[in-house]
């Protein structure tokens, strides 16, 4: 089932989420419904509260060299946290949350993450380059902030000029 994708500026996306205690059958439909979302608004990454549902849960599938994304290679992460950040590196970002914008955004190049997965069980996962990018990227979902949060003041004025053009083109 596909699920409607909440975009900014609606005020739910700056909710902090609430850790899942439930690793029942209850989430794995709603990760599955997450999983056929993302896929249909050819997005790579995507967190619950992107749909309305404030709970740390993020879902990830970075595409291959060939650009393809195999359902094999998804991530569902559930209660993350962050170990051993290294490194600085910056990517020209999107958000499904936020169509049509892209900036570049600075990440920590390389980390551990410790999470759940869908069945409760405790994972542990290197990531860099892109991986490393989304997870910081979908991480900042389940604390409500969005990557327009990290720009600097001139930056941020200019992007809510732009999207308030976007918006009144779109009416
Ligand atoms: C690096 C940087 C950011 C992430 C977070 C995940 N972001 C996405 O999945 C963004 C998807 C996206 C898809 C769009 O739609 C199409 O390309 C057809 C899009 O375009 C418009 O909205 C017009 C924008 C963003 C992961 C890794
Ligand atoms: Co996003």
């Known amino acids: 089932m596909l699920l409607p994708i909440i975009t900014y500026p609606h005020k739910l996306l700056k909710s902090v989420s609430t850790d899942v205690a439930m690793f029942d059958t209850q989430l794995h439909t709603f990760l599955d419904n997450m999983y056929e979302t993302m896929i249909s608004s050819n997005g790579i990454g995507l967190a619950a509260i992107q749909v309305a549902m404030p709970i740390r849960a993020l879902i990830l599938c970075i595409p291959d060299e060939e650009g393809n994304q ?56 290197e990531a860099n380059e892109l991986l490393s990018i989304a997870i910081q990227h979908e991480m900042d979902h389940l604390d409500g902030k969005l990557f327009i949060d990290h720009l600097s003041y001139s930056r941020r004025k200019k992007f809510e000029k732009e999207h308030k053009k976007a918006l009144k083109e779109k009416k």
């Open 70 to 125: 195999d359902p094999s290679n998804i991530l569902e992460i559930i209660n993350p946290r962050i170990a051993n950040p290294i490194g600085k590196t910056t990517y020209q970002e999107g958000c499904l949350s936020v169509p049509g914008f892209y900036e570049d955004i600075e990440r920590y190049e390389a980390l551990t993450l410790h999470y759940h997965d869908r069945h409760g069980k405790e994972c542990v996962l």
